[in-house]
Each structure stands twice: as C-alpha cells, then as structure tokens.
C-alpha cells in the first residue's frame, strides 16, 4: 500500500529538509513505499527553491510539489494536495517537525490492526497553551457539537491518517470556505484517534495568532452550523415579548396612577438595546450571506502556478 504525505509549507524554508531528511530515517526500513507531496502555499521564502531541489534530487522515495499561485491557506493548501496525492493511504503532517514521523507509524499499526477503521486521528493531549486560550477552545468546541451534526473533537488535529474513500469523499466537498474540523466531521468514517505530544517548532514562528484563530473558530460556527441565524430570530422573538410585558405594564400603571413621569432612560436603554440587536442580527445576515455570494462565484479553491511530479 503506498501513503502519500501532504505537507502544507507556507514560509517553512528552515523547516523543510530537516522534515524531510527526519522522516526518511523514521520511514527506513518500515514504510517501502511512500511519497511526499509538498504544497508550497505561496511563500514569500526560499520555500520553493528548497521544494524543487528536493524534488531534483529525489532518490529515496517519490516526491510532488504543488505550488500555488498565492497564499491561499492552509485548507487549501490540504485541498491542493490530497487532490493529487496517489497514494492508497493519505496522512496530512505539518512542515514544521511539531507533528513528528514516528507519530506517523503509530497511525499506520492503529490502521493496520482493525480493518475497519478508516482514519486515524492524533490529538493533543496536553497543550502548551494559556488557561484563557484552552478554555476559549473548549467553549467553541461546546457550542459547535451541540449546534451541528457533525461531530467535532476537542484538541484533535489535522494530524491524520486516512484510506483513499476518505480523502475521496473530502475532495468531494468542494465548498469555498474550508473549515476542515468541520468536513472531516461531515464525512463521517470510522475513526479512531491516538494522543500526541506537539513539539516545540523547528524554525520560523506560527501562522496562527489569537485573532485568526477567533475569526477561524467564527467561520467554523457560520460554515457548519445555522444556529447564530435561529438565535437571531430568538432574540427578536425575545425583545417583542418583552415589548409586550412593558406595554401591558405600561397600560395598568397609567390606569392605576395617571399619566407617570416619563422615562428618559428607559427610552434610551431600550433604543440602544434594540438598535444594537438589530444591527447584530444584520451582521449575522452578513456573514451568511458573504459565504454564499463567494460561494455561488465558484471560484477554484486553489490556483496551481507549478506542479512538478513524475
Ligand atoms: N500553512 C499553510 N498556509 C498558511 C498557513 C500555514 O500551508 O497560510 C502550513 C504551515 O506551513 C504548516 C502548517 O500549515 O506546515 C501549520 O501551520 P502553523 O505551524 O503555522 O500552525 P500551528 O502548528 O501553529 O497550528
Ligand atoms: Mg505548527
């Protein structure tokens, strides 16, 4: 059975050849045939040049480099490889060694021990992250299982290791706005998970600061679930009942006691709260409506400025 590595490299120029070099030792004399199939996500670095002599210079296995003509993420960057990986078995890693190889090979004899599985996932076990951020993810996680169908992990990875009918079936979800936790959930498969360890980052730092994440974790919720447009209909279903409560309250106090003081603040209060619902409500109309405008263009998923392979 052949496995075919996707490696997503965006500016990982001190990552690549020591990746590269770890792996083989890892894979020598275990895995026979392999190949790598590196996606250069439009990097701004020597990325590229080191890709390509690589590619030149291949001996020990078969190697694909895909590049892109820009930075188009790195879901993308995954789409664009299992796209063209040739492999029986498809396992996504990381260009920068914090998911290492021998992670590798323990996916393998999880798959090879039960035939039934399908994909096999890594998870962080621990995580090297502040009370804040681990508490922020478990929220997002809590919200997004309980408001859509698939079924979504906290801590596990795009570390993984899937059959061919997987990846097929991922290539069949050609949608715009990737969020992969999302299709890997959506696609369903027996899948089987294994703790591990991140490593520290070889070189560079992470593409990944705490507002991308948010803004990673909203477009999650919004490609996944319809539940932000419910509760905008909750809310205004809310503020009419309430509307109502005060207006009735309104009615038996003038009744009661004539014509009251007016209410300078409660008018205020009560402009701004709704103001404030209406134009939330608006954004989330927004943000839907952005994701189906891009979506109905039909735009690739990736441009492929160069694609070398044998
Ligand atoms: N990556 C990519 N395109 C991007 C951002 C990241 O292909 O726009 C790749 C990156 O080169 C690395 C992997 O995705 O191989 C994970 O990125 P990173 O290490 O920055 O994320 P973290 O490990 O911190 O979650
Ligand atoms: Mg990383």
Redesign the pocket.
């Known amino acids: 059975m052949k496995l075919s590595l996707v ?6 120029e001190g990552n690549i050849q020591k990746m590269y070099d770890e792996t083989v030792r890892v894979f020598d004399g275990k895995i026979d045939d392999y190949e790598f199939v590196f ?1 250069d ?1 439009g990097s701004t670095d020597g990325t590229y040049h080191i890709l390509k002599r690589l590619y030149e210079n291949q001996s020990k296995c078969d190697i694909q480099v895909l590049s892109l003509s820009r ?1 188009f ?2 879901e993308a ?1 995954i789409y664009a490889g299992i796209s063209n990986a040739t492999g029986d078995l498809i396992c996504l890693i ?3 060694l ?1 998911q290492r190889p021998e992670v590798v090979l323990q996916m393998l004899k999880v798959m090879e021990s039960d035939e039934d599985t399908d994909c096999v996932t890594a998870y962080q076990k621990v995580r090297h992250e502040s009370r804040l951020m681990c508490c922020m993810k478990s929220v997002f996680y809590k919200i997004i299982n309980k408001a859509s169908k698939a079924d979504f992990k906290n801590g596990a990875s795009d570390f993984r290791l899937m059959k061919r009918k997987v990846a097929d079936a991922i290539i069949q979800m050609g949608e715009y706005h990737r969020f992969s936790k999302g299709i890997f959930g959506f696609v369903g498969f027996n899948t089987k998970y294994i703790p591990y360890t991140a490593e520290e ?1 070889h070189s560079g730092k ?3 600061g705490a507002r991308k994440l948010f803004s990673y974790a909203i477009d999650g919720i919004i490609s996944f679930t319809t539940f932000p447009l419910r509760l905008a209909t909750f809310l205004g279903l809310l503020s009419a009942f309430l509307s109502v409560i005060y207006i009735i309250a309104v009615i038996i106090e003038k009744l009661a006691f004539g014509i009251a003081v007016p209410g300078y603040a409660t008018i205020i209060v009560l402009l701004l709260f709704l103001g404030g619902m209406q134009l939330f409500s608006l954004g989330i109309l927004g943000e839907y409506m952005s994701k189906v405008y891009i979506q109905v263009k039909q735009r690739p998923i990736y441009i492929l400025k160069e694609h070398l392979h044998k």
Do not use: L, M
């Not at 490696?7 to 990982?12: H, L, S």
């Open positions: 490696v997503p490299c965006f500016n990982e996606v996500d930075n993420g790195k960057a990381d260009a920068d914090q980052r992470t593409k990944w």
